[in-house]
């Protein structure tokens, strides 16, 4: 990524470029093949993985980019929504003007990145993949625009936010199977850091004391119940 970014121009219908970025084949193709009916002048790229985006963002400076979130970092990797997320973060940092749309069925996990979002000066629109073409279309109609839509995140709505170290701790305890003490560890701070953590996460989850056993659960499995619904974790 040390190529510099060159300055996001719009482009006239005829000259349009388009990327995008989906590692599973049929999605693929079934996105290039609606995009190509819907502009039929524009030049529209494919990408597969992170690492191949970025390289065409830098080379075609195109108007849009359509973005899965599980992806590979590179060729022969496993597809991860970090990675998706992680570019979308290089996008936004390297372009700033950017007009992209998310296409994907973990829209959710788009709350992790919310402030770069609010930020972001280009068009950034929402598509679960179960939408109908037409609505997709419609959406990355929008992004042309430099239209901002992303209600179908519920926690983008809600005003949910949380930082960076709670998210390590959510991933550590949930995907890695962590305990507390491992988990501070980890993350070279004090274990009663890491349960100052706990505090903040179900707070802004809305997940209090009174919440223990309830419906048999513990606090620790509701709030990876809510984190997941939230998106927070896969």
């Known amino acids: 990524m040390s190529t510099p970014p060159v300055p996001h121009q719009h482009s006239t219908l005829a000259e349009q470029t388009i990327v995008i970025v989906d590692d599973h084949e049929i999605v693929l193709t079934g996105t290039l093949s609606a995009l190509q009916q819907q502009y039929p002048q524009a030049q529209i790229l494919t990408a597969q993985t992170a690492q191949e985006a970025i390289a065409q963002v830098q080379q075609f400076n195109p108007d849009l980019v359509v973005v899965d979130l599980s992806i590979p970092e590179t060729a022969g990797e496993t597809a991860q929504t970090e990675h998706g997320l992680r570019l979308l973060r290089d996008l936004m940092g390297l372009f700033p003007t950017l007009n992209i749309t998310v296409q994907s069925t973990y829209v959710k996990a788009l709350v992790r990145i919310r402030s770069e979002i609010d930020a972001h000066q280009g068009g950034f629109t929402v598509t679960d993949k179960g939408l109908s073409s037409r609505e997709m279309l ?71 004391p009174e919440d223990d056993k309830k419906d048999g659960k513990n606090l620790r499995t509701i709030t990876e119940i809510r984190a997941r619904e939230e998106g927070l974790i896969d």
Request: proline residues 1%; without cysteine.
């Open 138 to 208: 419609t959406r990355v109609d929008w992004a042309l625009q430099g239209v901002t839509h992303t209600k179908d995140i519920s926690g983008l709505q809600a005003g949910l936010e949380v930082k960076p170290e709670w998210l390590t701790v959510l991933s550590l305890a949930f995907q890695e199977g962590l305990q507390d003490k491992t988990i501070a560890q980890r993350m070279y701070v004090k274990e009663r850091t890491v349960r100052h953590y706990w505090t903040k996460i179900q707070d802004v989850l809305g997940i209090y």
